[in-house]
C-alpha cells in the first residue's frame, strides 16, 4: 500500500460506499465535526496510540490483522470521500497529525494518475482493498478450497468478464462525478446483479450492461449513457489487461470469482460471496 504524497494533479477519483455496490458518491459532511469527535477518542482516558481512519467494516476485517489492536482504534467513515477530506484537515493539525492516518481505497486514482499531498493518507495499491489481497497465491489457496482443483486464470477471466460493467463505473467516475456533468445524479449500482449480468462467466456486452444497470433502478438518471456515448468513451479510455486490478471493483469481482467457482463443481456451492470474501482476507 502506497503512501499518496506526490503533488495532486487532477481531480479526485472517489466512487465507491464500502458496503454496498453502489457507485453513488456520497456527500462528505462536516468533516471538522468528525476531525473533533476523534479528537475526543485520542483524549480519552483510555484512548488508543493511533487511530486509523478508514471507508467501512470491511477494510476494518482486512486490516485489524495487520495492526496491534491493543495500539490501534479503527474510525469508519461510510465512504471514501470523506477519508480524505478529514485526512487533510488531521495533516496539518498539530496534535492529530502524530497519532491519526487514514487509508481509503484507490477506487480509479491510478488509472486516472491521481495522487495526493496528504503527508497521513494511503491508498490501495490496486483499485481497493478486495482487488489488492487478490494475488495469484490467494486464488490458488481458495481454488483448493472450492473446487479443489488448479485455476491458474480464475482473477483474470473474472476481471474480463466484469470489463464493460468496470467500463461504465469508469464512466460514472470520470464523465459524471469529476466531468462536466458533476451537477447531475449519478448511476446507481447497488441493484447489480452480477450473477445475472454475467451467469456464463464470460464477457458481457456493452448493450447488455447498459441494459441490465438502467433496470436496476436508473430508468429517470438523465446523466445515464446510451450506446453510442459508452462505445465512443471505451474507445477514448482503453483499458491494456494488465491494468484491470486497478479498473475492477472488488465487490464486483468477489461476485464473479463466486459465479465461476459454483459454475465448476457443486462443492463450491457451499462458499457465498461473504464466504469468499472471507477467504480472500484469510489466504492474504
Known amino acids: 500500500m502506497e503512501n499518496s504524497v506526490l503533488q495532486e494533479s487532477e481531480p479526485l477519483s472517489c466512487v465507491e460506499d464500502n458496503k454496498s455496490l453502489g457507485n453513488t458518491v456520497l456527500e462528505a459532511t462536516d468533516p471538522p465535526s468528525i476531525v473533533e469527535t476523534i479528537r475526543g477518542i485520542i483524549q480519552h482516558p483510555n484512548h488508543k496510540d493511533v487511530v486509523i481512519v478508514i471507508e467501512g467494516e470491511d477494510d476494518k476485517k482486512a486490516l485489524k490483522k495487520f495492526f496491534n489492536v491493543q495500539a490501534v482504534e479503527f474510525y469508519c467513515t461510510g465512504n471514501c470521500l470523506k477519508v480524505k477530506n478529514i485526512m487533510q484537515i488531521v495533516s496539518t493539525d498539530k496534535q492529530l497529525k502524530y497519532c491519526v492516518i487514514g487509508i481509503k481505497d484507490a477506487d480509479f486514482d491510478h488509472i486516472n494518475k491521481i495522487s495526493h499531498n496528504i503527508a497521513n493518507l494511503m491508498i490501495t495499491d490496486a483499485h481497493d482493498m478486495e482487488t489488492m489481497m487478490l494475488t495469484s497465491k490467494v486464488c490458488e489457496c481458495i481454488c483448493w478450497e472450492t473446487i ?137
Open 148 to 284: 479443489k482443483e488448479e485455476y491458474p486464470t480464475l482473477s483474470f477471466d473474472a476481471m474480463t468478464s466484469l470489463k464493460n460493467l468496470s467500463y461504465l463505473r469508469y464512466y460514472n467516475d470520470k464523465m459524471i462525478f469529476s466531468g462536466e456533468d458533476s451537477n447531475k445524479d449519478g448511476i446507481s449500482f447497488k441493484k447489480t446483479k452480477i450473477c445475472e449480468l454475467i451467469p456464463n462467466n464470460q464477457p458481457v456486452s456493452v448493450e447488455d450492461v447498459l441494459k441490465h444497470v438502467k433496470e436496476k433502478g436508473n430508468y429517470n438518471k438523465t446523466s445515464f449513457p446510451d450506446l453510442n456515448t459508452m462505445n465512443q468513451f471505451i474507445q477514448e479510455n482503453p483499458i491494456n489487461d494488465g491494468d484491470l486490478v486497478l479498473f475492477t471493483n472488488g465487490h464486483d469481482l468477489v461476485s464473479a470469482i463466486c459465479n465461476i467457482l459454483h459454475s465448476k463443481a457443486n462443492k463450491a456451492k457451499d462458499y457465498g460471496k461473504i464466504a469468499i470474501a472471507a477467504l480472500i482476507r484469510a489466504y492474504f
